[in-house]
C-alpha cells in the first residue's frame, strides 16, 4: 500500500459555416473495423462546445421512458426520426440514472472537430460541465475503420465517470471505484505509468480515456486494445465495470475493533487486521482511557505505513488516499500500551 500526496491529486471555437447543406443520418449499431479515434473531454475552463446557433434540444424517450435531450446543428434539417435512432441506441447501453441528466449534440464530422476544440482527428468530445456529448449526426467516413455507434459508446462512459464517485480522485480521470480499484490506477500514478486527465501527448496512458474505452467494450467485447497495456481489460475488469454502471460505489465502509488491556503481566499489543481491496481514503481512530496511554500503528505488506506516540489513548491516523499494491491488500492495525489499563475501541473508515 502506497499512500498519495495531495499534489499527486490532478486532478470554443464557434462552428464555421457549412458550405452547403447536410443531411443527419439514422444511426445504426455497426461494431467498428478499429477502434482507432480522438476524442476530448472537457472539465473546466472556456466555454463549453457549442455548434453556433443550435437548434432548440427536444426530449425523447428510450424504449425504457428515460427523457434524453437531443439538439441538431444548425447545418443540419432537425430530424426526429433520427434523433429518435440515437436515443434508442443509448437506452440499449448498461446505465444508471445518469442517462436522464444527458445532452445529446448532433453535427456533422468536421463541425464536430471545430466545436470540440479543433484538433484533427476529433470525432467527439464530452463536457463534464454541461453534461453534453457532440457526436456526428451521420457516419463516419474513416480510413480507419470506427463507426458511429462505437463513438457514441466509448463517448457515453465519460458520462457515465461524470455521475460516479471515486474519492479522493476524479472519476472522469481515474475511473469510477471498482474499475480504478481494481486495475490499481492510483499506484500506477504514483509510478509514473499513468497520467490521469491527459488529452494530448499521454492520451493513451490517461486512466479516464480507458475507462471510457472500457465501457465500449460492454457494448463491443471483441474490439482490439488500443490504450496501455497497463489497463487492456480481462473478463474480471469488464466485470467490475458493468458493476461501477449499475451498482456504483457510494459509501465508505466502517470496522470498529475492541479489547481490553489488563494489569501487570497480560499483553501489551493488540492486533487487528482487515482486508484492503479498493483505493481511496483511509482513517484509524482510537478511543481508549483517558488517563492511559495507548499507541495505534498500521502496517501492510511487512511496512511501517504510520504509527502515533500520544500521551492519552485519543490518537489518529489518517490517509487522503491509501493505494494498494495488490488488489487485495491485508492492513494491519496495532494497538499498544505504555502506560495504564482498561478497555478501547479503534475505528477504521476504508474505501472498501
Known amino acids: ?18 458550405a452547403a447543406a447536410r443531411t443527419p443520418e439514422p444511426l445504426v449499431d455497426l ?49 426526429p426520426e433520427v434523433a429518435q435512432t440515437y436515443v434508442n441506441f443509448l437506452g440499449s447501453l448498461p446505465h444508471g440514472t445518469e442517462l436522464a441528466r444527458l445532452k445529446l449534440m448532433l453535427a456533422p464530422p468536421d463541425e464536430v472537430r471545430s466545436t470540440c476544440g479543433g484538433v484533427e482527428g476529433v470525432l467527439a468530445c464530452y ?40 474519492p479522493p480522485f476524479t472519476a472522469m480521470d481515474w475511473g469510477p471505484k ?6 490499481k ?49 480481462d473478463a474480471a475488469a469488464l466485470g467490475v465495470a458493468q458493476r461501477d454502471v449499475l451498482q456504483p460505489w457510494t459509501t465508505p465502509r466502517r470496522k470498529t475493533f475492541t479489547g481490553t488491556f489488563g494489569g501487570r503481566g497480560t499483553t501489551d499489543v493488540h492486533r487487528f487486521a482487515f482486508p484492503l481491496t479498493l483505493d481511496g481514503g483511509l482513517r484509524v481512530t482510537l478511543h481508549g482511557p483517558s488517563r492511559a496511554k495507548y499507541d495505534i500503528g498500521v502496517s501492510s505488506l511487512g511496512q511501517t505505513r504510520g504509527k502515533t506516540r500520544g500521551n492519552a489513548a485519543r490518537d489518529k491516523l489518517s490517509w487522503r488516499a491509501a493505494c494498494r499494491q495488490r488488489r487485495s491488500e491485508q492492513v494491519t492495525v496495532t494497538v499498544s500500551r505504555r502506560q495504564g489499563s482498561g478497555k478501547f475501541s479503534v475505528d477504521v473508515t476504508y474505501a472498501g
Open 1 to 18: 500500500m502506497r499512500f498519495l500526496a495531495p499534489a499527486v491529486l490532478l486532478g470554443v471555437l464557434m462552428a464555421p459555416a457549412a
Open 31 to 79: 461494431p467498428p473495423q478499429t477502434t482507432r479515434f480522438a476524442d476530448r473531454v472537457i472539465e473546466g475552463g472556456g466555454a463549453p462546445p457549442r455548434a453556433r446557433a443550435a437548434a432548440a434540444a427536444r426530449p425523447y424517450a428510450t424504449p425504457d421512458g428515460t427523457s434524453v435531450s437531443v439538439e441538431f446543428s444548425p447545418s443540419y434539417p432537425e430530424n
Open 127 to 166: 463536457d463534464g460541465r454541461t453534461h453534453t456529448m457532440v457526436v456526428p449526426g451521420e457516419q463516419i467516413e474513416s480510413e480507419s475503420g470506427v463507426t458511429t455507434s462505437y463513438v457514441v459508446a466509448h463517448e457515453y462512459g465519460h458520462h457515465v465517470a461524470a455521475y460516479r464517485s471515486n
Open 178 to 183: 471498482f474499475w480504478s480499484s481494481y486495475t
Open 185 to 233: 490506477v492510483c499506484d500506477k500514478v504514483l509510478a509514473g505509468r499513468l497520467v490521469p486527465g491527459a488529452e494530448g501527448r499521454f492520451y493513451t496512458a490517461n486512466p479516464g480515456e480507458s475507462w471510457a474505452e472500457v465501457y465500449a467494450r460492454l457494448k463491443y467485447p471483441d474490439e482490439p486494445w488500443r490504450f496501455t497495456r497497463l489497463l487492456k481489460p
